[in-house]
């Protein structure tokens, strides 16, 4: 499903700033893979995401999505692959545009573009019942700019978005970041739940130990631009948060720099 193949990235070549973000990483998805990403500041797992995307190209290996050839694909020709979720929930959503007009984008995309704009009423029903299953009370306020929504209402929104045409690789980066724990626990319930009724690949970059255990079928942690530690199946099944960090105190060699909020629940 996802194959990346020896890619390197670096930022500010020739400079004092001169960063090496990923150093010859390789990696494979199969089909329904739920891989969480992991690691510290630095470590890479935002760039490697972000150059799965096309938001970066990398400076040298190969990507493959469905054993098509995507490296050298722009973000925008690259998207009809991908769902993506991002950290800010303003981001992913129109903020001027209603709730309904927000979903028909998503989910006209990849079909074609017709003088017709309207939305249908077996559409508007199909949204509504889409809505319902968030259980936000979205459905009664279809008509509501989405500027108007609360993060967690919004972010929940922009994953409806991103999995409503089913993608070949839905892409999480820190989704849950940014809101209040509460919140947070309920779009990462409506992510396992997506992800497991469409059985969609999915890699979802965290920095919450306790989320990257408890979630997927494979945990990956990454330091110093490479993959230091892969783990799946009853392995990651046993894992708890002190055996990770045991993890990333080995590979790091400096507990202290531990971020707070990859052992914050």
Known sequence: ????????????????????????????????????????????????????????????????????????????????????VFQDPMMGTAADMNIEENLALAYRRGKPRTLRWGITASERKLYQQMLATL??????????????????????LTLLMATIQQPRLLLLDEHTAALDPKTARK??????????????????????????IKVGNRLIMMAGGTIAIDVSGEEKARLTVEDLLKMFERVRGDAEEIPDRMVLG
């Open 1 to 84: 499903m996802l194959r990346v193949e020896k890619i390197s990235k670096v930022f500010n070549p020739g400079t004092v700033n001169e960063r090496l973000a990923l150093d010859q990483v390789s990696l494979t998805l199969n089909p329904g893979d739920f891989v969480t990403v992991i690691g510290g500041n630095g470590a890479g797992k935002s760039t490697l995401l972000n150059c799965v995307a096309g938001v970066y190209p990398p400076d040298g290996g190969d990507i493959f999505i469905d054993d098509v050839q995507v490296t050298k694909l722009p973000e925008y020709k690259r998207a009809k692959y991908l769902g993506r």
């Open 187 to 212: 779009v990462l319930e409506l992510s396992e739940r997506f992800i497991r009724e469409s059985e969609l690949t999915t890699m979802m970059v965290t920095h919450n130990m306790r989320d990257a």
């Open 135 to 156: 259980e936000l009370g979205l459905e009664d306020r279809m008509s509501s700019k989405v500027g108007l929504l609360s993060g967690g209402q919004r972010q929940a």
